[in-house]
Each structure stands twice: as C-alpha cells, then as structure tokens.
Nanobody
Framework: QVQLVESGGGSVQAGGSLVLSCTVS?????MSWFRQAPGKEREFVSG??????IHSDSVKGRFTISLDKNTNTMYLHMNSLKPEDTAMYLC?????????WGQGTQVTVSS
C-alpha cells in the first residue's frame, strides 16, 4: 500500500524559503510535487526524473526537488518565494495506471 505524508508548510514573506518533506512508503513509480491554489486547477511543480529532475517554468531556478532513498523522503526546497506560490502542495506517486496523493501541506506567501 502506498502512503504519502507531507509536512513543512507554513507562512512566509515574499523572498523567503521553505522546505517541504514527503515521507513515502510503498511507491515504486514516479514521484513528484504538485500544487493547487483556491479556484485553480492542480498543477505540476517538480518531479524526480532520469537522468535529471524536472521543474515547471514557474519555479525553475527557485525550487529544487530531491529524494533521500535512505529515509524514503522526498524534499522540495523552495527559495525566493512569491505570493503566487501560495497553494496547497501535494506529493504524488504514479504507479503504472494508479495515482496516489498525500493529504497536502499549505504554503502561504505574503507580500
């Protein structure tokens, strides 16, 4: 059974930084971070990839995704945060045709 538990969200001023964590168990597929702001569709943020990780254009150069295989924890390091980064951040496991989501962690960036 796949379980994803996010943590690390909070409130920060524009220009600040946060690190999100996703503790993962049972995921043998692709792993990534998504976010969803109120009234907007869920959007891709960053993903663990081979040979390299991938980031959306809106966060490229500011966010970094990483995976610690020893602790089965996926991280999202977020720098130079902007008010438009405000959203619920969710981690995702894509295993063949089945998608698993965590419960999400809220990030709020004030100007």
């Amino acid at each position: 059974q796949v379980q994803l538990v996010e943590s690390g969200g909070g409130s920060v001023q524009a220009g600040g930084s946060l690190v999100l964590s996703c503790t993962v168990s049972g995921c043998t597929g692709g792993m990534s971070w998504f976010r969803q702001a109120p009234g907007k569709e869920r959007e891709f943020v960053s993903g663990i990839g081979r040979p390299g990780n991938i980031h959306s254009d809106s966060v490229k150069g500011r966010f970094t995704i990483s995976l610690d295989k020893n602790t089965n924890t996926m991280y999202l390091h977020m720098n130079s945060l902007k008010p438009e980064d405000t959203a619920m951040y969710l981690c995702k496991c894509q295993r063949v045709l089945t998608t698993f989501w965590g419960q999400g962690t809220q990030v709020t960036v004030s100007s």
